[in-house]
């Protein structure tokens, strides 16, 4: 995405149930390395990661973190965009439903006005592919769930 003075802005999506969006310049890996982490504290460990072939993606540092956290990073092959389409589906209606609509002077326009839409899409957004409720009411739904089933394998023991 073309943002400030013609310097790009890079998206960093990080599940498919969009939290916080990081807006950056420059994605380093520290950055994912950081925010993945923060991930795993928030809603628990995933089996894999799903990865476009950029520099920040293929460092030593980023493979010593997923072996260290048993993460199977997953690479997509190179100029097949496709193969994570969910995330450039996602960066496309970010890009659209929001952030195209105004002229911002500083990245922290950008990330107030991208924080706002993330609200929105997981609080207020009728999602049809998950039964055309929010994103939040499913993972409501899911963890209260989870709680039953819990409570129900202490019961049984």
């Not at 925010?35 to 520099?55: F, L, M, T, Y």
Request: proline residues 4%; glycine residues 4%; hydrophobic residues 35%.
């Amino acid at each position: 995405m073309v943002g400030i003075s013609g310097h790009s802005i890079s998206l960093m999506i990080i599940t498919r149930k969009p939290l916080p969006l990081r807006l950056t310049f420059r994605c380093r890996t520290e950055q994912i390395v950081r925010a993945s982490q923060q991930v795993i504290e928030w809603r628990g460990k995933p089996r894999s990661i799903r990865c476009d072939n950029g520099p920040e993606y293929i460092s030593h540092k980023l493979d010593a973190w997923a072996d260290k956290q048993a993460v199977k990073l997953e690479f997509i092959q190179p100029v097949k965009p496709q193969q994570n389409a969910y995330v450039e589906r996602f960066n496309r209606i970010v890009r659209y439903d929001r952030l195209n609509h105004f002229i911002f002077l500083e990245i922290e326009e950008v990330q107030t006005e991208a924080t706002k839409w993330m609200w929105t899409y997981n609080n207020e957004r009728h999602n049809m592919a998950i039964g055309g409720i929010t994103p939040r009411q499913k993972l409501s739904r899911a963890m209260a769930r989870d709680n039953l089933k819990s409570k129900t394998r202490k019961i049984l023991l």
